[in-house]
């Protein structure tokens, strides 16, 4: 069964491809009418739910 997905989940998805960095206080302002908490939140539900996930990669040639 897929996980469902609102409309504030697709919302941070798009700001989180915009800057998977952005803080989620930042996301709530753009977002309005929401907290940082609750986009920490669905974060959060997101990940555990495996709709996203968090990764890291080095860059190579700045490793020497």
């Known amino acids: 069964m897929r996980p469902k997905v609102d409309y504030l989940d697709r919302a941070i998805l798009s700001l989180l ?6 803080p989620a206080a930042e996301m709530a302002r ?7 908490r609750a986009v920490s939140n669905s974060i959060l539900k997101l990940t555990e ?11 190579p040639s700045a490793l020497g």
């Open 30 to 36: 753009r977002l309005g009418n929401v907290s940082a």
């Open 17 to 22: 491809q915009e800057n998977a960095r952005m």
């Open 49 to 59: 739910k495996g709709v996203i996930v968090i990764v890291a990669g080095a860059v």
